[in-house]
């Protein structure tokens, strides 16, 4: 006798490129459709996508059609996940848990920092806003253990770290050996430390700088931005693989980060990355082994330097940082996810 599937509701827009979002079409793809059958949502104003996942199409209105959609979810699955804590209207958690569904989430930044200019508790409009909102789930579960110790301000977390992985098979593992491409991937937003990017370019002129996203500052950096800035803008997954093919290192200089998506897809491009250290990056990342974690600007631009000088150091970072994107790849990590699923409360 078969058992029965269990029904799962992923409560991301599969087809809009966010690390949500992403993080579902993932565990669409890579959930044992032998056990689980996934459901998720779409926006109606991109291309539909294929997955594995149950898809409802939302539509114009889009408030009003995501609305239903999440409904949709909660309707049809036994256990909902809800990553996105600003979009999911808070009225799905009530119903969720007058039904008796199990529900939850994952946390991926520290939740309690008020000292960046992002930060949760701000979003939320107040600590005891934030409590509310995630009074509504029992399983809570953070992404990095740096998150899971510093996340202590009154919302309990579960003690298994979740660990997001990256789809390897979507990226090409090429040997990088000689400084040429450097790339920023993310949302051109206060806090990414954009201007900084462009600040090295104009100290870096014999290297590219390239700038893979779209957000509200992407004219004024244009407009300050020096000639070996390039902008792509937002790319979809195939396009973003050809452009990672050509760039040799990645920086991300936000100080407010949770595990970002972008370290694992550029390490599993062979490119590794220089991130600051506000939010524990050393637990994945040895620093002068497969990649770096740094505190300041001048440490950046002394990184550079000398990866400009040896490219033996680079070829090595490269192997080494293709080795981490292993570790994380969904085919090992979603046992976990499964795991956790299948013991909900």
């Known amino acids: 006798m078969h058992e029965k599937k269990i029904k799962i509701?992923?409560?991301g827009y599969i087809n809009y490129t966010n690390a949500q979002n992403l993080n579902c079409l993932a565990l669409a793809k890579y959930l044992d459709s032998s056990k689980f059958t996934t459901y998720a949502l779409s926006v109606y104003f991109l291309p539909k996508i294929k997955s594995q996942a149950i898809i409802f199409n939302c539509f114009y209105p889009f408030k009003i059609s995501s609305f239903i959609g999440f409904l949709w979810g909660v309707f049809n699955c036994d256990v909902i996940y809800l990553p996105k804590h600003h979009s999911t209207p808070k009225f799905i958690l009530t119903l969720s848990n007058l039904l008796g569904k199990k529900i939850f989430t994952t946390i991926e930044a520290n939740m309690c920092d008020k000292s960046k200019e992002r930060n949760?508790?701000?979003?939320?409009?107040?600590?005891?806003?934030?409590?509310n909102y995630f009074s509504y789930f029992n399983n809570i579960f953070p992404i990095t253990k740096y998150i899971l110790d510093n996340s202590n301000c009154g919302v309990h977390l579960k003690r298994k770290v979740l660990y997001l992985g990256v789809d390897r098979d979507s990226f090409a593992p090429i040997l990088k050996d000689n400084l040429r491409n450097i790339v920023f991937i993310g949302s051109l937003v206060n806090g990414k430390g954009t201007h900084e990017f462009v600040q090295l370019a104009k100290i870096f002129t014999k290297f590219k700088f390239h700038i893979i996203g779209d957000g509200p500052l992407r004219k004024e950096l244009e407009n300050i931005s020096s000639g070996n800035v390039v902008f792509h803008g937002l790319l979809a997954n195939d396009q973003l693989k050809h452009v990672l093919n050509n760039m040799d290192l990645h920086l991300l200089l936000s100080r407010n980060e949770g595990f970002p998506k972008v370290i694992l897809e550029t390490a599993a491009s062979g490119i590794p990355s220089i991130l600051y250290s506000d939010y524990g990056?050393?637990?994945?990342?040895?620093?002068?082994?497969?990649?770096?974690?740094?505190?300041?600007?001048?440490?950046?631009?002394?990184?550079?330097?000398?990866l400009e000088k040896n490219n033996i150091l680079l070829s090595e970072m490269s192997k080494e940082v293709s080795n981490l994107s292993k570790l994380f790849d969904w085919k090992l990590i979603i046992r976990d996810w499964e795991k956790v699923i299948c013991n909900l409360r």
């Open 120 to 131: 949760m508790i701000k979003a939320f409009g107040g600590q005891d806003k934030l409590i």
């Open 281 to 306: 990056a050393e637990e994945w990342i040895r620093h002068r082994k497969n990649g770096f974690v740094v505190n300041n600007i001048q440490d950046v631009v002394e990184i550079i330097k000398k």
């Open 9 to 11: 509701f992923l409560g």
